[in-house]
């Protein structure tokens, strides 16, 4: 993957971000506001740790952020918890000790691309049906799900999924995103 030293690049780097990513998540919490203090999140995918961060300073010294990702995170927060793990190891009665429930998961996670937009696609697909396993059964009623998602064949049918589990389901694309990207979010509220 190219590595492009853009404005949100360099715009992130002065801001104390590891990434550019977080302009992603902040421009949906600018629009939609599902982050709030004192809330309890999970952040799958958080490497490098731009979300985690972001997260933290908005539910301050009251909330916790669970930041969970394959990679060693250096990230650091008296509100951040962070779990080295597979997403698909993560084991719901011990996330259930460190917080009995959360008000919103986040997910940045992305496939290792191999440059077939078909295979990547349903990896993509595959690692977003594992956050919303993780959402449906960790989230509280009303709760909400920001994920991210590779465009494609089985898109819909995700979206689809979403729909059962939230009422409501919204695709945004973030400016930050790079115009050539397939990456989309889905921003699921009011967990059912």
């Known amino acids: 993957m190219k590595k492009v030293r853009d404005h949100y690049f360099k715009k992130a780097k002065k801001q104390g971000f590891p990434a550019r990513s977080v302009y992603k998540l902040k421009e949906a ?19 490098p740790g731009s979300w985690s961060k972001y997260t933290s300073r908005v539910t301050g010294s009251k909330g916790l952020v669970v930041a969970v990702d ?20 993560l084991n719901f009665s011990s996330l259930k000790e460190i ?6 998961v986040l997910s940045d996670m992305a496939p290792k691309t191999t440059g077939r937009k ?20 960790l989230l509280k009623p009303g709760g909400t799900l920001f994920c991210k998602v590779f465009q494609g064949e089985d898109f819909p049918l995700f979206r689809g999924k979403c729909g059962k589990s939230f009422k409501s389901v919204r695709m945004i694309k973030p400016k930050s995103s ?11 509220t009011l967990k059912k």
């Open 99 to 104: 917080s009995p429930y959360f008000d919103v």
């Open 29 to 47: 919490q600018e629009k939609y506001g599902f982050l709030k203090p004192g809330q309890r999140v999970m952040d799958l995918g958080a490497f």
């Open 118 to 137: 078909d295979v990547d696609h349903f990896r993509s697909i595959a690692l977003a049906e594992r956050a919303l396993v993780l959402a449906e059964d």
């Open 178 to 188: 790079r115009s050539e990207s397939v990456e989309t979010f889905l921003l699921c």
């Open 70 to 89: 394959i990679q060693q995170l250096d990230i650091i927060a008296d509100n951040i918890c962070i779990l080295q793990k597979n997403v698909y190891d």
